[in-house]
């Protein structure tokens, strides 16, 4: 994208009005950031008594997020597709963007019990390989949920996926920066057990969204469309 055509999408707030956008966007930034919530409480508890592992030990307890993310991506991706041909067959063989935030209801309620948990694990000095697959069930719902987030962005925007993207990772990276700028007085103000009670009450929102898109998704599709149309031969003008 040229400097010009950057400039004209951050000048724009058209795309804030596509509920879309936002859900994909908000949805990464919460998982992002309780990612980096998760990784900040594992390193400066267990690196303490009782715990009192070392950093090469810690780092391969980090290991237990990438592991729950790719069972994640396989049986996410296998259940999502089977689920959108079961729905597309009783919608007369017809697909609709929104078969896809099926898979994200329970994948965020995964990813909300997987933050939830592990504080309470961290709270009660739980054996470390509890902790750690507890970080895996949340590296699984990161992987489930985000996935349908996006992919459900690219069905209904592929045109102008480079311009809803800007504002995805701009929100996104907003948002992870905002939690993790409150995490350290969080925490010390309100402790473990407060602190990721409060998160997964946030975390809520990712299983909120996906419920309200169900209802009313198509709908705002069809409310966007001339703006989408818009931003579409927009882009396509400036490239002849």
């Known amino acids: 994208m040229s400097p010009s055509g ?7 707030k058209i795309l804030f009005t596509f509920p879309t956008v936002a859900y994909a966007a908000i949805t990464y930034g919460l998982l992002l950031a309780w990612f ?16 009192s592992v070392n950093s090469s030990s810690l780092g391969l307890f980090m290991i237990s997020a990438l592991i729950g993310a790719i069972l994640g991506a396989i ?22 963007p929104e078969m896809r935030l099926w898979m994200g209801l329970p994948g965020s309620r ?9 504080g309470l694990g961290l709270l009660r000095t739980l054996p470390w390989v509890v902790l750690a697959v507890r970080y895996a069930i949340f590296g699984f719902g990161f992987s489930v949920t985000g996935d349908i987030a996006l992919t459900y962005l690219t069905d209904c925007y592929p ?4 311009d809803v993207l800007v504002w995805v990772v701009f929100i996104r990276n907003g948002l992870s920066v905002l939690i993790m700028s409150i995490y350290t007085p969080w925490i010390s103000s309100f402790g473990i057990q ?7 009450i946030i975390s809520l929102a990712m299983t909120i969204m996906p419920i309200g898109l169900l209802i009313w998704g198509k709908r705002a599709r069809e409310r966007t469309a001339p703006k989408y149309r818009d931003l579409l031969f927009g882009n396509l003008f400036s490239e002849v």
Not at 79 to 93: H, P, T, V
């Open 6 to 12: 950057i400039a004209s999408t951050f000048l724009s």
């Open 36 to 51: 980096a919530v998760i990784s900040s409480a594992a390193s400066y508890f267990m690196l303490n008594p009782p715990y």
């Open 75 to 96: 049986v996410g991706a296998t259940l999502n597709d089977q689920s959108i041909l079961w729905l597309a067959r009783r919608n007369g063989s017809i697909f609709e």
């Open 110 to 118: 995964v990813a909300t019990a997987g933050v939830l948990t592990f």
């Open 159 to 162: 045109e102008i996926l480079g």
């Open 194 to 200: 407060n602190t990721f009670i409060c998160a997964a």
